[in-house]
T-cell receptor, first 116, second 114 residues
Framework: NAGVTQTPKFQVLKTGQSMTLQCAQDMNHEYMSWYRQDPGMGLRLIHYSVGAGITDQGEVPNGYNVSRSTTEDFPLRLLSAAPSQTSVYFC???????????????FGPGTRLLVL | AQKVTQAQTEISVVEKEDVTLDCVYETRDTTYYLFWYKQPPSGELVFLIRRNSFDEQNEISGRYSWNFQKSTSSFNFTITASQVVDSAVYFCALSGRGAGKSTFGDGTTLTVKP
């Protein structure tokens, strides 16, 4: 299993450009999430999904769109990049269910985004 | 709303010392899960330990142990006989039931000096 994969690893954008951060998992996990990590801070939830076709907003959703057409993929779209979106973005997945092991999230390696 | 507080921003110890990382949480959920993650300088997030809200038994796993006290809403993490490779940022996280979404603390940077 590759686990959770993210592409690209690093990206530089100009203000106003759009792009899609890719996330894929091969563990047949039900839940997937996107977080951003700013310097000196913990992770903050952007959007999450509890299954294909179902998404919802997290703590900091503005400026981002998501969709989940398959169980495996959960792309994050930046509509019009702003310098405030400079951050490290982590995708995570978890099995889902009602027991603690099912709640554990497994994280991808992250995407570093710089918006000039 | 959920909240996780890691009051210790930075800790520095000498190798082989024991070190405890503090975590205090707030939640209205009756069922919840607590986690510790490690983020080494390479940047990835590594899952370390997990605890259910309905199981207050404290455990030891190798050099790691944790102290979960529901009465004080604390979930502290101890590394015994610290090593240089333990140097990293450690995050405490809280998750409600379902949906795989967590609230993270701001992290504690641990530096272990040889």
């Amino acid at each position: 299993n590759a686990g959770v994969t993210q592409t690209p690893k690093f990206q530089v954008l100009k203000t106003g450009q759009s792009m899609t951060l890719q996330c894929a998992q091969d563990m047949n996990h039900e839940y997937m999430s996107w977080y951003r990590q700013d310097p000196g801070m913990g992770l903050r939830l952007i959007h999450y999904s509890v299954g294909a076709g179902i998404t919802d907003q997290g703590e900091v959703p503005n400026g981002y769109n998501v969709s989940r057409s398959t169980t495996e993929d959960f792309p994050l779209r930046l509509l019009s990049a702003a310098p405030s979106q400079t951050s490290v973005y982590f995708c995570a997945s978890s099995p889902g269910g009602w027991t603690a092991p099912q709640e554990t999230q497994y994280f991808g390696p992250g995407t570093r985004l710089l918006v000039l | 709303a959920q909240k996780v507080t890691q009051a210790q921003t930075e800790i520095s110890v000498v190798e082989k010392e024991d070190v405890t990382l503090d975590c205090v949480y707030e939640t209205r959920d009756t069922t919840y899960y607590l986690f510790w993650y490690k983020q080494p300088p390479s940047g990835e997030l590594v899952f370390l330990i997990r605890r259910n809200s309905f199981d207050e038994q404290n455990e030891i796993s190798g050099r790691y142990s944790w102290n979960f006290q529901k009465s004080t809403s604390s979930f502290n993490f101890t590394i015994t006989a610290s090593q240089v490779v333990d140097s990293a940022v450690y995050f405490c996280a809280l998750s409600g039931r379902g949906a795989g979404k967590s609230t993270f603390g701001d992290g504690t940077t641990l530096t272990v000096k040889p």
